[in-house]
């Protein structure tokens, strides 16, 4: 049954549904896959064995007797464990919430139930979500299942070692400053951040609210660009509760045969390795074989839009997490980069907020109007492949690259909005995976992940990580 974990979920879901294979088979593997890697790598804080063999032998029965199951019948899945799963922990990695137990399913949760996925359990997270590694005083840290000495990313990156281990066939994470992103480009994986207001956020802790439902989304993660397109189209959809849910059919009313798109593979913010930049050429080159128009175009606005994410993640952060964290807000990774990198930074005053907001609004209709001629922008993920746990700078070029100037190419769409999807099409010297980033305009998503698809064809898809941990 070992090999059950190495399906995508679309092929799960089909097994399932032709009688090949049960969800109580597809659900005693992936449990036994954990069994053996989490001691390894780390990736969850709960894991619910006992209650989801008996949801899949529920499902299995309903189904014996006609019942159907929904396009993610018996498909097992994780949950970043910022989002509420009823009984389990939602901690967020953080001493000042420790013990605290979800009583209800997050709306994604839901509608992932509703759609037949049976949830294994959650998954690690960087304390209070504020790092690019996945690290807590509670939970520990989370390793990467191609290096263990290497970090899989944060904050959801307990969530993407998982599935890049085969302990999940896909699941849910979550996006304010690359946190879905850069894990799936460092693990080797694919991730979808969404438009604001497309993925419901309730029952996300912190809640996104205020200056934050701008920024921090809620989207899927998996091993494919198909797998992670199905879990989109199950978890999208309004939400009364989202302050940013928009009434918007999760398809658009027209996708391109041939999206136009445009390309960049480096910034003078932060130039990548090389090998970053190779595997964003090689994607350009993979489209271009398959018809696609490419042009090399690095739009303006990007110059403008950093300083906003400071302000609307780091300084809101800051002063949101002040209260509860009584002091030691300022020595989470993103917020004690920000002072030393970026600072100083005196206290975020409401008029500076106001000046902000406006100005990122500003800014985002000037992207817009630079997209106006192409569907989607390809450009990196970071500007750095996986790294070393503890790594906080990088010398590229005869360059010194700070840790957050290096995550910059996903801090931008945040702070803009746009949707964005990551996909790996190279490798570094070391052989880490490399992604590249397809960035589209609000509300085509599946523009984006048509490109990303693409991309995934012309590069060979996803790769199973070499992880040796002994006998099954």
Known sequence: ???????????????????????????????????????????????????????????????????????????????????????????????????????????????????????????????????????????????????????????????????????????????????????????????????????????????????????????????????????????????????????????????????SVAWFDAHPIAPPTAETREAVAVAVRALEAQGYVTQGHCPAALDRALPLWDVFFGDVGELLLAESLAGRERQLPIVAALHADRGPRPALSAAALLDAWIERDLVRAALLHEMRHHDVLVCPVAAVPAFAHGEREWRIDGRVIGYLDAMAYTQWFNILGNPAAVVRAGWSADGMPIGVQVVGRPFEEHVVLDVAAAIERGCGGWVAPTLEVGPA
Not at 106 to 129: D, K, P, W
Not at 133 to 151: A, K, M, Y
Not at 199 to 216: A, E, M, N
């Open 1 to 259: 049954m070992s090999d059950l974990v190495q399906w995508t979920a679309t092929e799960m879901a089909a097994g399932v549904a032709a009688g090949r294979v049960s969800a109580v088979e597809l659900v005693t593997a992936h449990l036994d896959r954990i069994a053996r890697l989490q001691p390894v790598l780390n990736a969850f804080v709960d894991v619910r064995a006992e209650a989801a063999l008996a949801e899949a032998a529920q499902q299995d029965a309903r189904a014996a007797s006609g019942q159907p199951r929904g396009p993610l019948g018996g498909v097992p899945v994780t949950v970043k464990s910022a989002l509420e799963v009823t009984g389990l922990r939602c901690e967020t990695g953080s001493a000042s919430r420790r013990g605290v137990r979800a009583t209800t399913d997050a709306v994604v949760v839901q509608r992932l139930r509703a759609a037949g996925a049976i949830v294994l359990g959650t998954t690690n997270v960087a304390e209070m979500l504020m790092g690019y590694e996945s690290d807590n005083p509670l939970h520990g840290r989370t390793d990467n299942p191609w290096d263990l000495g290497r970090t899989p990313g944060g904050s959801s990156g307990g969530e993407a070692a998982a599935i890049a281990a085969g302990c999940s066939a896909g699941g849910i994470g979550s996006d304010g400053g690359g946190s879905i992103r850069v894990p799936a480009h460092f693990t080797g994986i694919c991730g979808l951040k969404p438009t604001p207001g497309r993925v419901p956020s309730t029952g996300h802790q912190p809640p996104c609210l205020g200056p934050f439902s701008l920024i921090g989304v809620v989207g899927p993660m998996a091993r494919t660009v198909a797998d992670v397109t199905v879990l989109f189209d199950v978890v999208a959809g309004w939400d009364p509760v989202d302050p940013m849910a928009t009434p918007v059919a999760t398809l658009p009313v027209h996708v391109p045969t041939r999206p």
